[in-house]
């Protein structure tokens, strides 16, 4: 879906003509990072590189979004005229999609004309921020499951259409099964999963009916069996499997109220009893990676779960303290010394360190530094034109390898020893050097 080069800030426009003005257009380097971890998460998950490739590559204004900022009367012709000839022509360097990531390491890089790298912020912040977020609380849902499925239900509460599509790829990129979303299943290749509502079992007059005329439509179906009485709808579901004989094909019962634990163990053991060990339990009703751990702890013989609203919304953590900064411009390094916002010079890379197969630290360091590890950061665009494709299936598989070389204290819900990520001693060089230009500047 194509997003209008206007959705931006204003003073991303005013700052641009201000550049204009002055005649500054030099190569610049921005870097998208986040200062510090929520308090109830170990990791993100870097997500939604492939919508910001999307946007730059058709970057441009149309007729009618120059002529509402013509209207503005704050804009000159001259600029309106160079905003009517701009495309995007930078490079931009990202993390792998599905990459775990930590504080103070960049995301995403743009490196472009400064008017052009500006103009995109607004755009880069809202789908790094909000995917790789969605993506990380997954994870952990997914993480306490212990191998039970996970099923995206968040549509109908997330905060508007996109929020929802963007929920349901980060579930599966996560490691979730599928969404109950149609649009994300067409549009991503996602499984759809779909049982029933309420509303179809309070339309008929009889309970059993409503089981009976669905299943018949849709033999493998999940029946839904809390709406008058949990374990009186499970009944229902056995008697419907005695009428039937061999034509009874119902896959799952689901489980969405009450005390999901208990009523678990008792349709566990009525299903067992009547022969339909093949009949599984599927559970959803306000869930989060929380309540499924519990469940699991306890052993509930439950065998999948519809995640909703509080995996949508990101109720737990609902933000980052993320940032799209200038870290250098024509050449040269540029800093920030703001209390507790220090950000370090230049263009950089982060080296992943691996030893035994696991990860034990991240050193930040210059682009063209010779570090050990990992270099993660990769070309993803050359000047305005995408140079891989992000394939959600691809990322799902690294992000897969890269929780595998997790510790288990990092992978756990539990807030952690933070992952030591540092800088390099160049970096470091390079800060406290500038640092006292500043100084003397001043």
């Known amino acids: ?109 743009v490196i472009a004309p400064i008017i052009e790298a500006q103009l995109v912020e607004t755009l880069v912040l809202n789908q790094v921020h909000f995917q790789s977020l969605a993506a990380a609380k997954a994870a952990r849902v997914v993480e306490a499951a212990k191998g039970r499925s996970v099923v995206d239900f968040g549509s109908r509460r997330a905060h508007g259409t996109d929020a929802a599509l963007k929920v349901a790829r980060g579930t599966y990129l996560a490691g979730g099964i599928g969404t109950s979303n149609v649009l994300a299943g067409q549009r991503y290749g996602i499984p759809v999963f779909g049982t029933m509502a309420h509303s179809y079992i309070q339309a008929h007059d009889s309970e059993a009916d409503s089981f009976e005329t669905f299943a018949a439509l849709y033999p493998e179906t999940t029946l839904l069996v809390d709406t008058y009485d949990t374990l009186e709808g499970v009944r229902k579901v056995i008697g419907l499997s005695c009428k039937l004989g061999s034509r009874f094909r119902v896959g799952a019962v689901r489980l969405d109220s009450g005390d999901l634990c208990s009523l678990a163990f008792d349709a566990r053991k009525m299903l067992d009893e009547a022969g339909l060990q093949h009949v599984t339990i599927f559970a959803s009703s306000s869930l989060d990676e929380y309540e499924i751990q519990r469940l699991v702890d306890s052993s509930a013989p439950i065998d999948a779960f519809g995640v909703g609203t509080k995996l949508a919304v990101m109720e737990d953590a609902s933000h980052l303290d993320m940032a799209y900064k200038l870290v250098e411009y024509s050449g040269k390094g540029r800093l920030k010394l703001s209390t507790s916002k220090v950000l370090y010079p230049g263009h950089k890379q ?23 590890g990992e270099p993660l950061l990769q070309p993803v665009m050359r000047q305005g034109v995408p140079v891989t494709r992000i394939d959600l299936e691809e990322s799902r598989r690294h992000f897969q390898c890269e929780l595998a070389r997790l510790s288990d204290n990092l992978r756990a819900l539990e807030p952690a020893t933070p992952y030591p990520v540092s800088f390099s001693e160049r970096l470091n060089d390079d800060l406290s050097w500038l640092r006292a230009e500043f100084a003397r500047g001043t």
């Open 350 to 372: 982060v080296f992943r360190q691996i030893e035994t197969g696991h990860m034990v630290r991240d050193v930040i360091g210059r682009f063209h530094e010779q570090l050990p």
């Open 1 to 109: 879906m194509k997003t209008p080069a206007l959705f931006t800030d204003l003073y991303e426009l005013t700052m641009a003509q201000a550049y204009a003005a002055e005649r500054m257009d030099q190569p610049a380097v921005f870097e998208l990072t986040f200062r510090k971890m929520p308090a109830n998460r170990n990791y993100i998950v870097a997500a939604g590189t492939g919508d910001v490739l999307d946007f730059l590559s058709d970057f441009h204004f149309e007729g009618p979004e120059l002529d509402y900022l013509r209207r503005r009367g704050e804009f000159s012709d001259a600029f309106l005229a160079r905003l009517k000839d701009l495309r995007f022509t930078g490079d931009v360097h990202a993390l792998p999609e599905g990459t775990l990531v930590f504080p103070n390491e960049p995301i995403i890089q």
